[in-house]
């Protein structure tokens, strides 16, 4: 059974940085695609980061490039979500999910792609 461990999250003020991670247990790590969504309240979930499992594919959501970085570990079976800038917008759960098909471009922004999912970490960042 796939679990997905999420931590890291906190209280910090604009500006500061956090690194978020994901522990996978369950699954053939360096086989998978790690992605990170977010979801912040009354909106829905969207897309923020993905990487292949040698991470030589990575994709981010435009307005994240630069200030977040997606990496990972897989001798500890862990990914990170490096956050540098925070910004009062970028308050919301944060989500790490799993799938094992491949590196899809069209598909690795798509939230009901990744059939496995983390219980979420939430980050609140005050202005």
């Known amino acids: 059974q796939v679990q997905l461990v999420e931590s890291g999250g906190g209280l910090v003020q604009a500006g500061d940085s956090l690194r978020l991670s994901c522990a996978a247990s369950?699954?053939?790590?360096?086989?998978?695609?790690i992605g990170w969504f977010r979801q912040a309240p009354g909106k829905e979930r969207e897309f923020v980061a993905a990487i292949n499992w040698s991470g030589a594919y990575i994709d981010y959501v435009d307005s994240m490039k630069g200030r977040f970085t997606i990496s990972r570990d897989n001798a500890k079976n862990t990914v990170y979500l490096h956050m540098n800038s925070l910004l009062p917008e970028d308050t919301a759960i944060y989500y790490c999910?799993?799938?094992?098909?491949?590196?899809?471009?069209?598909?690795?922004?798509?939230?009901?792609?990744?059939?496995?999912w983390g219980q979420g970490t939430q980050v609140t960042v005050s202005s």
């Open positions: 369950g699954l053939t790590f360096n086989s998978y695609v």
């Open positions: 999910a799993a799938k094992s098909f491949g590196w899809q471009p069209a598909r690795t922004r798509v939230a009901s792609s990744y059939p496995d």
